[in-house]
Every structure is written in C-alpha cells, then in structure tokens.
T-cell receptor, first 111, second 111 residues
Framework: QQQVKQSPQSLIVQKGGISIINCAYE??????FPWYQQFPGKGPALLIA?????SEKKEGRFTISFNKSAKQFSLHIMDSQPGDSATYFC??????????FGTGTRLKVLA | DVKVTQSSRYLVKRTGEKVFLECVQD?????MFWYRQDPGLGLRLIYF???????EKGDIPEGYSVSREKKERFSLILESASTNQTSMYLC??????????FGDGTRLSIL
C-alpha cells in the first residue's frame, strides 16, 4: 500500500501547549519520513525528518517519534507558538526520489 | 539557499486551452517534481524527472505532460485544460536522496 494516513485534519492548541500530529503507513519499504511546514501563500518547507533506524529525533521544539513495529510516526511541537500556525504534512519515501504525502493538518495556535 | 521559482503565482485559463507551467531551480539538482495540492487531498505527484529528457509518471498523470530540455527547467503542460484541473500546482527539486525543496506554487483556475 502506498498511502500515508495523517490525523487530525485540523488542530487548535493554546499558546504554550503541545501540538501532536500523527501519521501511519503500511509499506515497510518506506525508509525516509520528512515533515513539511507550509504557511499561506508559500510552498512547503522541510521542518524535520527521520529514518527508521532511530525512534526519535529532536530539533528545538520539534520532535519526531517513530514506531517502526506499529508503522506510525508523529510530530510533537512543544511550547507551541502563534507563529507555528501553519499546515503540516508528513511524508514517506518508498523510492530514492519520490515522496508519498499525508493529507495535511491545519494547526492554529491561539495567543 | 535553494531557489525554486515558478513563473506565475496566479493563472486563469479557459477550458480547452493548452497551458504551460514553468519551474526553474538554481542548484543544479537532477531531480524535479510536479505536484498538485487540493484541500483534504494533500500533495499528489503528477510527474517527476531524474535527469534531462527523462520523466516518469507519478500518481495522477492523466491530462498532463512534462518537458525537461535543460537541467534547471521543468515544465508542466495541460494539453487541453479542464475545470477539474483547477488547483494549486507545486514544483520541487532535490539532489540525490536529499530532501525536496518547493517553489511557492501556481494557483491555476480553469474557467
């Protein structure tokens, strides 16, 4: 299966809270899992990425948790800020060049 | 910084017209991609190219073609535009297995 299922579709979080976005995949051949952040009027920009040989990767307030046996991965945004309000896409790569994207999560952080 | 430039931010065309969307990258990337982005559907791959004059179909190639005559330029062609091709079109490029870099998109309306 080539799908990547992303949830929730939208998320509202208070400033300072934790935002959590989940993704699930079925194809065990996927070997690269990037997250992209997209602001209105802009293209997606790489936020953070992980390979399946590690269970967690942290960059500042952003953390990817990866569960290989469950075929799930998630993005955690700690201390969420209004400037984090954007659409987030997870992706998985079954091929050196190709990505399969999730359907996106629209995050709104309330001031 | 990688720069992926899409020639138009907004484009309005009529059904049946032949439409060209242009994308240029300035980092000598061998891989280039065309996606369309629709609400609730995420990013779906239309075509990609891993070398000059090489192309491969993505997940939704019907009604589209591409051209890559020079390494830095990748064109998406709508042979006979239809209203169901109204969408946001995103171009991306990458070097080998490195992450994809996106342009800011072309919002295309077919009337």
């Amino acid at each position: 299966q080539q799908q990547v299922k992303q949830s929730p579709q939208s998320l509202i979080v208070q400033k300072g809270g934790i935002s959590i976005i989940n993704c699930a995949y079925e194809n065990t051949a996927f070997d690269y899992f990037p997250w992209y952040q997209q602001f209105p009027g802009k293209g997606p920009a790489l936020l953070i990425a992980i390979r399946p040989d590690v269970s967690e990767k942290k960059e500042g307030r952003f953390t990817i948790s990866f569960n290989k046996s469950a075929k799930q991965f998630s993005l955690h945004i700690m201390d969420s800020q209004p400037g984090d309000s954007a659409t987030y896409f997870c992706a998985a790569s079954p091929h050196p060049y190709k990505y399969i994207f999730g359907t996106g999560t629209r995050l709104k952080v309330l001031a | 910084d990688v720069k992926v430039t899409q020639s138009s931010r907004y484009l309005v065309k009529r059904t049946g017209e032949k439409v060209f969307l242009e994308c240029v990258q300035d980092m000598d990337h061998e891989n280039m991609f065309w996606y369309r982005q629709d609400p609730g559907l995420g990013l779906r791959l239309i075509y990609f190219s891993y070398d000059v004059k090489m192309k491969e179909k993505g997940d939704i190639p019907e009604g589209y073609s591409v051209s890559r005559e020079k390494k830095e330029r990748f064109s998406l062609i709508l042979e006979s535009a239809s209203t169901n091709q109204t969408s946001m079109y995103l171009c991306a490029s990458s070097l080998g297995k490195e992450p994809q870099h996106f342009g800011d998109g072309t919002r295309l309306s077919i009337l």
